[in-house]
């Protein structure tokens, strides 16, 4: 290799490595794009979280310990109590307890509960991008601090416990409210929200402009181009899916205080980070589909053998891409295994580039087999589908598997032992000669039909000449 080819090749190493790490970029930008910056995919997530029954229970354990803080249940016990009983108002009150958290798991699991909570967690998350994206009135209404209100469950709570009456006017204005932003936090948030908003698009843009770069940088090393961008897609999505699970156990270490909320943490963590998932999944098999593409054009027998059987087809256009066609069809609308496939789109543009693939590996069979003929081809088949037909009718067709060959060598050496015993007479000498002459017009004809290659032709040959008499002398 030149010093200018060792350049260029170093060259496309280095793109590809980029866009490689701008696709691992590219998964955590849309992550939280379309997880942490969507309202509706937010407050389907967190409808989801209530309806695991360990989420549930800590929701509703955390309801039971505000009613508890902002509700002097043993005093109002001991005003319902006679006297001489109002001692016994503490232990009723801790018993009490017990049943109001059994009610409170009951009553979440209720839809109308559900729906408080998913109108809670829609409102929060609405407020909290208008506070990112500068909606000014709104952050002055609210102090700057952007709050999940479950007020409303509490309310709820009380309803169906009878603990607390009158609860709306008894409970503060910052009962049951947990806090998910302050103002002065406010400008470091706006900050990432507005890298966070570009940054699936650039990535994404970034790294198919690198990745296409290198096609360019080294023409003659396209196909090690395609299989390194294959191989690095793998590896981003592999590598998103360990950091989805290191953070999740920094997570656990950092804000899991006691062993009994972890299970409930895991439960919410694994609904949050579904959408990663999927998105890091769909990256590795865009990378094994370049990867397999990538190995099709190569140099191997077998993908030699793949191209060989199907330049015919290639060959024409026409047929090449109906094929195409109905293969992307059957994916993009029957199948769609990734998100990016169920968007139009994103889903036009992925056949887009797979055409690209397509037509260069239909331009190298070309190249490859460029005496590749349909018919003759399908001519081949059939006298092949009518060949196996007479191996399984009889056994006695030359030129097939060993097998087959030693059957028929087989046939032959027994009809003619039992020539000269169904001989009437002696007055047909020329008979192995004819005997010849057919059998070698026969094994012609096989290698016209493409029954046999040169080397099984040629080994036949030899066999049948070998086996003629040698001539007496008269």
């Known amino acids: 290799m030149s010093a200018r080819g060792r350049r260029r090749r170093g060259a496309a190493i280095a793109l590809v490595t980029l866009a490689s790490l701008l696709a691992f970029v590219a998964i955590l930008g849309i992550w939280v794009d379309r997880q942490a910056l969507n309202t509706e995919n937010w407050t389907a997530a967190s409808s989801k979280m209530l309806e695991r029954p360990v989420v549930r229970n800590r929701v509703a354990d955390y309801l039971v310990d505000e009613l508890y803080a902002n509700v002097d249940v043993a005093a109002q016990i001991r005003t319902a109590l006679p006297p001489r009983a109002q001692p016994l108002a503490g232990p009723a009150a801790g018993a009490l307890r017990n049943v109001v958290e059994r009610t409170a798991r009951e009553a979440l699991a209720r839809p ?13 998350h609405e407020l909290l991008l208008d506070v990112l994206r500068g909606g000014g009135p709104v952050v002055s209404t609210h102090s700057g601090v952007v709050q999940l209100d479950l007020k409303t ?31 002065d936090q406010l400008e470091a948030a706006q900050t990432t929200l507005r890298v966070l908003d570009a940054l699936p698009i650039v990535s994404v843009v970034a790294s198919l402009l690198l990745f296409g770069a290198a096609l360019l940088v080294a023409p003659h090393r396209r196909r090690e181009s395609v299989r390194g961008y294959g191989f690095g897609l793998v590896i981003a999505g592999v590598a998103a899916l360990a950091a989805a699970s290191l953070a999740r156990d920094a997570l656990i270490d950092s804000l899991v205080s006691t062993p009994s909320g972890e299970p409930a943490f895991r439960e919410v963590w694994k609904l949050a980070t579904a959408l990663l998932e999927q998105v890091a999944v769909a990256c590795i098999g865009y990378g094994a589909f370049l990867v397999v593409g990538a190995w099709l054009a190569g ?17 024409e256009p026409s047929i090449a891409y109906a094929a195409f066609a109905v293969a ?11 998100p990016a496939l169920r968007n139009p789109l994103t889903a036009l543009a992925l056949v887009a580039l797979a055409a690209c693939g397509f037509e260069g590996l239909r331009r190298r069979t070309r190249r490859e087999f460029p005496d590749a003929d349909r018919h003759e081809f399908e001519a081949r088949a059939r006298a092949r589908l009518q060949r196996g037909y007479r191996t399984v009718r009889d056994g006695a067709t030359s030129g097939g598997t060993a097998l087959g060959r030693k059957a028929a060598a087989a046939g032959r050496d027994i009809a003619e032992r039992a020539t000269p015993a169904t001989t009437a007479t002696p007055a047909t000498p020329a008979t192995p000669l004819t005997s010849r002459v057919e059998q070698l017009e026969r094994l012609g004809a096989l290698r016209s039909a493409g029954m046999l290659d040169d080397e099984e032709f040629r080994a036949e040959k030899a066999r049948v000449l070998d086996s003629a008499p040698t001539s007496t002398p008269v």
Request: aromatic share 6%.
């Open 112 to 124: 109308r509960a559900q729906q408080a909570w998913e109108d809670a967690n829609r409102n929060a």
């Open 153 to 183: 469950l509490l309310e709820e709570l009380e309803a169906r416990t009878g603990v607390g009456g009158r609860l709306a006017a008894r409970l503060p204005e910052d009962a049951a409210q947990i806090t998910v932003l302050r103002s």
């Open 328 to 338: 992307a069809a059957a994916v993009v609308l029957w199948w769609a295994p990734t």
């Open 299 to 315: 140099t191997t027998r077998l993908a030699t053998t793949l191209r060989s059987a199907a330049a015919p087809y290639l060959r």
